[in-house]
């Protein structure tokens, strides 16, 4: 629960502490015009603006975002981007493929296996 971005923890906490300072009779007159206060201050036109301007204030960002339409612009980069990605995982798949097929002839050029006609050399 939080009131005015107090927490409960926190309404507990000054409400003990003005208990202790204020004592029993002060504090419960107290809490009983600062309730009072609170409750004007929520029914008051002011504060109703003050709440609308402010939920206006946090759905600016997507009202601008829809006007803009940045919303479908952002999709259609994003399936960009997914295709520019598969084309790039196959070029290195193909790329990969063709390197190791290289280094295979490389090897074969430098190191080639004798041919199964061929005899081998007999020490006598």
Request: net charge negative; charged share 30%.
């Amino acid at each position: 629960m939080q009131v005015f971005n107090v927490g409960a923890l926190e309404i507990l906490f000054i409400l003990i502490l003005a208990f202790i300072v204020l004592g029993p009779k002060k504090a419960i007159k107290t809490a009983r015009d600062v309730g009072a206060w609170i409750r004007n201050v929520v029914r008051s036109p002011i504060w109703r603006e003050i709440v609308h301007t402010s939920s206006e204030i946090r759905e600016f960002p997507k009202k601008v975002m829809d006007d803009a339409e940045l919303s479908n612009l952002i999709a259609e980069l994003d399936l960009s981007t997914e295709e520019v990605k598969k084309i790039l995982n196959q070029t290195r798949s193909e790329t990969e493929t063709t390197l190791t097929d290289i280094e295979t002839n490389i090897a074969q050029e430098i190191y080639p296996q004798p041919s199964k006609d061929s005899n081998p050399v007999e020490d006598k």
